[in-house]
């Protein structure tokens, strides 16, 4: 029932890619001292999976 429809599941995965987003910031700030191509391919690459995370948990219901 959760992923057919209403807005949560919307501000769930929007709430996931967010905080993937900043966890992917501060990290290459500090490991890196900035962003550099190899590192937004790096932040697709898990912002990909969390998402489908986010996803399959809230298909599932284990996210509701």
Known sequence: EAATGGGAPAVMTAAAAALT????????KKEFGGITGDLAGYFLQ????????????????ILA
């Open 21 to 28: 987003f900043l966890y992917y910031y501060r990290m290459s």
């Open 46 to 61: 898990v912002c990909e999976l969390v998402l489908t995370a986010v996803f399959a948990a809230v298909s599932r219901g």
